[in-house]
């Protein structure tokens, strides 16, 4: 598609299991962002990809959570025994370029995950 | 480090008005972008508009327009000839020499007919 695209989008999940939530960014952006939005709240920065290289991973709240890209496209976000607190809408972006002021991120629609 | 501050939780109007939606921020870097988003309720974000922080003239995108005043650090939002389908949250943003956007805590427009 044209557009980012994530899956699943909603998730509903037992306290303590461990889920993956999955960004295909468009074609061609080597930039790959992660934000995490509780409800009610702004966009909390993640990570970020430059290709496949995470540079900065201080983001990541916990070591419960992972972040990996192949192929300088797909990602996957992974949270290990999730906890009630991990309960939000996860958004994915992209764009073309890293380090420039003026790079619009796209976003896609996110995954809503809920930790029962 | 970079920091936005959105003071307007929630701003009403009625359709067809005009209406700003305030923005601050504080950076460091003498280069930076700000930059806003919407937010309806389907939860997408969708870009409204940039402005870079050397350009001369104030931003506009249609009906948007951003209003940069740079002495004073803010990037508010004006919305002209609001329409019901701007009922939206509202974030502003700023991408400065780092990799990132800093996100705003946002505004919850609503656009009464």
């Known amino acids: 598609g044209a557009g980012v695209s994530q899956s699943p989008s909603n998730k509903v999940t037992e306290k303590g299991k461990d889920v993956e939530l999955r960004c295909d960014p468009i074609s061609g952006h080597t930039a790959l962002y992660w934000y995490r939005q509780s409800l009610g709240q702004g966009l909390e920065f993640l990570i970020y990809?430059?290709?496949?290289?995470?540079?900065?991973k201080s983001g990541l709240p916990s070591d419960r959570f992972s972040a990996e890209r192949t192929g300088g496209s797909v990602s996957t976000l992974t949270i290990q025994r999730t906890q009630q607190e991990d309960s939000a809408v996860y958004l994915c972006?992209?764009?073309?370029?890293?380090?420039?002021?003026?790079?619009?991120?796209?976003f896609g629609e996110g995954s809503r995950l809920t930790v029962l | 480090a970079q920091k936005i501050t959105q003071t307007q939780p929630g701003m009403f109007v009625q359709e067809k008005e005009a209406v700003t939606l305030d923005c601050t921020y504080d950076?460091?870097?003498?280069?930076?972008?700000l930059f806003w988003y919407k937010q309806p309720s389907s939860g997408e974000m969708i870009f409204l508009i940039y402005q870079g922080s050397y350009d001369q003239q104030n931003a506009t995108e249609g009906r948007y327009s951003l209003n940069f005043q740079k002495a004073r650090k803010s990037a508010n939002l004006v919305i002209s000839a609001s329409q019901l389908g701007d009922s939206a949250m509202y974030f502003c943003?700023?991408?400065?020499?780092?990799?990132?956007?800093?996100f705003g805590k946002g505004t919850l427009l609503t656009v009464n007919p």
């Open positions: 972006a992209s764009s073309l370029r890293i380090g420039d002021n003026t790079g619009e991120l796209f």
């Open positions: 990809f430059q290709g496949n290289s995470a540079p900065d």
């Open positions: 950076t460091s870097d003498p280069s930076y972008g």
């Open positions: 943003a700023m991408g400065g020499s780092n990799y990132k956007l800093t």
